[in-house]
């Protein structure tokens, strides 16, 4: 189960990086490099948060309050990795935040894209 849930996560992050790339081409084709740097970055914030849940909940083994551990704990350190990450484009990272917010929307989608597509 382990490894059929590492793919899935793979599948999904992939996914959410396909539909930032769909994003950042359009800032790039309108506002420039930096716009869609920004983009890119929002998407990779969302995409590795993912990642990070993923890695947290298939640590655990599967009985029932081993998975529900993982699920919290994966949840809680996704949240601080997401609010972290995008406070630091914000602040230090020079990203333009409108393509930084529509970036993270973006992969957002693609994670509910993925949900219709993988099974």
Same mark, same amino acid.
Request: aromatic letters at 12%; one cysteine or more.
């Given at each position: 189960?382990?490894?059929?849930?590492?793919?899935?996560?793979?599948?999904?992050?992939?996914?959410?990086?396909?539909?930032?790339?769909?994003?950042?081409? #359009?800032?790039?084709?309108?506002?420039?490099?930096?716009?869609?740097?920004?983009? #890119?970055?929002?998407?990779?914030?969302?995409?590795?948060?993912?990642?990070?849940?993923?890695?947290?909940?298939?640590?655990?083994?599967?009985?029932?309050?081993?998975?529900?551990?993982?699920?919290?704990?994966?949840?809680?350190?996704?949240?601080?990795? #997401?609010?972290?990450?995008?406070?630091?484009?914000?602040?230090?990272?020079?990203?333009?935040?409108?393509?930084?917010?529509?970036?993270? #929307?973006?992969?957002?989608?693609?994670?509910?894209?993925?949900?219709?597509?993988?099974?």
């Amino acid at each position: 189960m382990r490894v059929r849930g590492k793919r899935l996560a793979l599948k999904f992050a992939a996914t959410q990086l396909a539909c930032t790339g769909l994003a950042a081409l #359009v800032f790039l084709m309108l506002s420039g490099w930096n716009a869609a740097r920004s983009a #890119v970055a929002g998407g990779l914030i969302i995409a590795l948060g993912t990642l990070v849940f993923a890695w947290r909940l298939f640590a655990t083994d599967w009985p029932a309050a081993s998975a529900a551990r993982g699920f919290f704990a994966g949840e809680v350190l996704k949240w601080i990795w #997401v609010v972290g990450a995008f406070a630091l484009a914000l602040t230090r990272g020079g990203m333009e935040p409108l393509p930084l917010l529509i970036g993270l #929307v973006a992969s957002q989608c693609g994670f509910w894209v993925a949900m219709g597509i993988f099974k």
